[in-house]
């Protein structure tokens, strides 16, 4: 059996978040501005005990995900091939650490070999929902940044894909000529309308992307208008290049409310059987899975 005391940790690029652990039990939760991105590999291991203090006699074990076991991170955890199980903590790699009151395990992502695919940290996601649901056999759904859509059948990652959605749309509205044009409230019924749009003629989205524009200059089209449709576009053709994955299949959409609710109206105008699930605490539900898991 595990220890009973131990620490959980989501390390992504931007920040952190760690938990004192009891068994399944949080004791103590916290977090950091200080991601993977403003650190060096060897200032993980300080940042780690400023946050956790005196470790005690040791070791105290240390269980993390996400981008600290990337490339440019504390140490590179390699990834794992699908298909696989989620990471536990019997693949995760021991980084070298300074203090030897510290047992720091770093979980791994996962790799596809064709086409080239990699994910870290939404792994620990899936394994989070797999764990609340564990004979769910179907497509996982994972907006954001980079959008994941995840085939899951027999308790394994089958395959899965990302999409630079979430990034394009940063960059479109913000450092393109759109920007003048996109505003910050929605229009539904153009969202759809985009989403349609992009679907049914996915080699005109470049052409469609700059009536954005010409449309606010020419005719007045409202702001909020123009960024419902932008995200429209986008989405639209993430979801026809992921039609293999969501057609037939029972889709679930783990994300952030309000774009998981785009995701959603988006899949349902397209009568696919899709849901939203919650994701409060859910990469801890998948570290909390790990560390149970020594295979």
């Given amino acids: ?73 504390w140490a590179e955890a390699p990834y794992l091939s699908v298909p696989t199980k989620p990471p536990a903590i019997g693949r995760a790699l021991r980084p070298l ?13 996962l790799s596809q070999a064709a086409p080239a695919d990699v994910m870290r940290g939404e792994e620990t996601q899936v394994a989070g929902f797999m764990a609340t649901e564990p004979r769910f056999d179907g497509i996982i759904c994972l907006p954001g940044t980079h959008s994941k859509w995840v085939h899951v059948s027999a308790g394994e990652v089958v395959s899965f894909r990302t999409f630079m959605t979430g990034e394009l749309f940063a960059l479109l509205s913000t450092a393109s000529v759109l920007r003048h044009s996109i505003g910050t409230g929605w229009d539904g019924d153009a969202f759809l309308s985009a989403v349609s749009d992009a679907m049914g003629r996915p080699a005109q989205v470049a052409a469609d992307l700059f009536t954005l524009r010409a449309a606010h200059l020419l005719h007045g089209q409202s702001t909020d208008s123009a960024r419902a449709r932008l995200s429209g576009l986008l989405i639209g053709m993430e979801l026809a290049a992921a039609r293999p994955y969501w057609l037939g299949q029972e889709v679930v959409i783990l994300g952030a409310e309000t774009l998981s609710q785009s995701y959603l109206s988006a899949l349902r105008a397209q009568s696919a059987t899709c849901r939203t699930a919650p994701v409060e605490d859910i990469t801890l539900r998948g570290l909390i899975a790990a560390w149970k898991d020594a295979t």
């Fill in 1 to 73: 059996m595990p220890p009973e005391n131990w620490i959980a940790v989501d390390w992504g690029t931007s920040n952190l978040r760690l938990w004192r652990m009891s068994g399944d039990t949080v004791t103590e939760a916290m977090t950091s501005d200080k991601g993977m991105a403003s650190l060096a590999p060897d200032e993980f291991e300080p940042h780690l005990l400023s946050l956790i203090g005196d470790p005690g006699p040791g070791p105290l074990p240390v269980l993390v995900c996400g981008m600290a076991g990337a490339r440019q991170g």
């Fill in 97 to 109: 650490v300074a203090d030897d009151r510290l047992d720091v395990r770093i979980l791994p992502g």
